[in-house]
């Protein structure tokens, strides 16, 4: 019997419309906790049955399930297994707003085995009782399902000539990077259910002299197609992207680092950053590509900043959707060939689905095959 696995990918997004009927939701007001904080000093703990998260001596740490250690059941043998697999994937921009709590209701009601989340998470910035408020917050879901997590710009918290950055994310968001050969918790990778996921940091070195330029191409050499035929990549800043705001922020990395996906043959790439939701065609270096990965931008969990509503037009020819609202991305990996991507908008409190596309894998192409030679030479270049 073919096993079933289902990748579902439940995404808190915000979107930038293209409705003219639509009238968006008010922003709502930032949460309000009513606990009082124990002192920093005294040890919590939240849920003692739980062996995904605990409270040490004030630092909240992630102890997720061990699925990056979890083989895909694709064999080598056999690419056309069935994989069914519910990812909660990629609350960007999440906060801890009426909209953030409306959007993890609505994942709540989903069936998913991941959460994937391109950064920005608590928008603790400095101050962090924030990181407390918001891990409680999130405690029903994230103890109940792996929540796999790249930095955005509000985990830097960097104070010049005093601290680096990103000292509570690391501490408090430890990811699985010593598995993947990356020296760093700011990127690294994992597999599940015939899925290949690169998470990396658009807030760390990326030229090609960096060691995550370097990690990332051992790690694509590393990719076997056969055992997992998809292939994901998430960052926080997106490299395609119509909308006026953090116009032309992902380009240097874009630059750096499109060959080595394109190369590789990564189907999909999902971003955030940009307070909307938005879904181009499978696109390479600016132009239409049947060869290259659809981008994502699912940029709004429902944080305090709000919705980018200006977008540039005319549309790029490149983009397919986008609209300006909050809501959930759900991405069902169907099997070798075939993937369901929807999302849904948050519409006074109830999702209602506003795009959807199946998505064919790389593999079923024939783009991989004639990709071969130039990703060896890419990846095997000093």
């Given at each position: 019997m073919d096993p079933k696995f289902?990748?579902?990918?439940?995404?808190?997004?915000?979107?930038?419309?293209?409705?003219?009927?639509?009238?968006?939701?008010?922003?709502?007001?930032?949460?309000?906790?009513?606990?009082?904080p124990k002192p920093s000093s005294q040890p919590k703990q939240?849920?003692?049955?739980?062996?995904?998260?605990?409270?040490?001596?004030?630092?909240?740490?992630?102890?997720?399930l061990p699925m990056w250690k979890r083989r895909s059941r694709v064999s080598a043998q056999d690419t056309s297994v069935s994989?069914?697999?519910?990812?909660?994937?990629?609350?960007?921009d999440l906060g801890q707003t009426g909209w953030t709590k409306s959007t993890l209701n609505h994942i709540d009601l989903c069936k998913y085995d991941v959460h994937l989340l391109p950064g920005d998470l608590s928008y603790a910035d400095y101050i962090q009782s924030l990181w407390d408020t918001f891990g409680e917050l999130v405690q029903p879901l994230a103890s109940a399902r792996p929540w796999m997590v790249t930095e955005g710009?509000?985990?830097?918290?960097?104070?010049?000539?005093?601290e680096d950055g990103f000292q509570s994310y690391n501490a408090r968001w430890k990811m699985p990077f010593k598995e993947s050969g990356s020296s760093s918790n700011l990127y690294y990778s994992f597999e599940v259910a015939g899925v290949h996921l690169i998470m990396l940091g658009s807030y760390t070195?990326?030229?090609?002299?960096?060691?995550?330029?370097?990690?990332?191409?051992a790690?694509?050499?590393?990719?076997?197609?056969?055992?997992?035929?998809?292939?994901?990549?998430?960052?926080?800043?997106?490299?395609?992207n119509s909308n006026r705001a953090h116009q032309g922020e992902g380009d240097n990395m874009k630059e750096a680092m499109e060959s080595l996906l394109y190369a590789a043959g990564v189907d999909i790439v999902f971003a955030g950053h940009v307070h909307a939701y938005e879904r181009s065609k499978r696109v390479y270096n600016g132009r239409l590509d049947r060869c290259g990965p659809v981008h994502l931008t699912i940029g709004?969990?429902?944080?305090?900043?709000?919705?980018?509503?200006?977008?540039i037009n005319p549309?790029?020819?490149?983009?397919?959707?986008?609209?300006?609202?909050?809501?959930?991305?759900?991405?069902?990996?169907?099997?070798?060939?075939?993937?369901?991507?929807?999302?849904?908008?948050?519409?006074?409190?109830?999702?209602?689905?506003?795009?959807?596309?199946?998505?064919?894998?790389?593999?079923?192409?024939?783009?991989?095959?004639?990709?071969?030679?130039?990703?060896?030479?890419?990846?095997?270049?000093p």
């Open positions: 289902v990748l579902l990918m439940a995404v808190l997004v915000t979107v930038a419309t293209v409705k003219s009927d639509y009238v968006r939701p008010k922003p709502r007001k930032n949460l309000q906790f009513p606990w009082d939240l849920r003692k049955d739980s062996p995904h998260s605990y409270w040490a001596t004030g630092t909240f740490y992630y102890l997720l994989i069914s697999s519910h990812f909660c994937c990629g609350w960007c710009n509000h985990e830097k918290e960097n104070i010049i000539l005093l070195d990326y030229d090609e002299y960096s060691d995550q330029y370097r990690w990332l191409k790690d694509l050499l590393k990719v076997d197609r056969k055992r997992t035929p998809w292939l994901l990549v998430l960052f926080h800043v997106p490299w395609y709004d969990g429902g944080n305090r900043e709000g919705l980018a509503h200006q977008y549309q790029p020819h490149w983009s397919d959707f986008r609209e300006a609202s909050f809501g959930h991305g759900e991405l069902k990996v169907v099997n070798s060939t075939h993937s369901f991507w929807s999302w849904h908008r948050n519409d006074d409190d109830e999702p209602v689905r506003s795009d959807q596309v199946w998505i064919n894998s790389l593999v079923s192409s024939g783009c991989l095959a004639g990709k071969r030679p130039e990703l060896r030479t890419i990846l095997m270049a």
